[in-house]
């Protein structure tokens, strides 16, 4: 599913991820992994051992970064505001995906 937070951040776009990176978010090492593939809602890991592997941006620190980044520099409060109900309907629609400690930090931002 596809929410205003995400057509905002595109990170199929905008996040440059390296092997290294992705293998030590999947916990396995780098020589496991054939090729990332950036699709427009999950990246698709070729592992040798696995076959494939889907990944949430979501799941990506990065994400988070860039949420944190949109808060310290959303140039108006109305903005601001705007980014706050996306981040409330992305919290509802993917509460798998965030945290408690995860969504009173953007809260506190």
């Known amino acids: 599913m596809i929410t205003s937070l995400f057509r905002q951040i595109q990170p199929a776009q905008r996040f440059r991820l390296s092997l290294r990176y992705i293998a030590c978010l999947l916990k396995i090492p780098v020589s496991a992994i054939v090729r990332i593939e950036s ?3 999950v990246l698709f890991v070729h592992r040798r051992d696995k076959g494939g592997q889907f990944v949430s941006y979501r799941t990506l620190n990065r994400w988070m970064r860039t949420i944190t980044h949109m808060i310290q ?30 969504l009173n930090y953007l809260r506190r931002l």
Do not use: C, H, M
């Open 73 to 102: 520099t959303s140039p108006t409060l109305e903005d601001l505001k705007q980014l706050g109900l996306w981040i409330q309907q992305e919290s509802v629609n993917f509460e798998d995906r965030y945290s408690p400690k995860e």
């Open 39 to 41: 699709w427009a809602y």
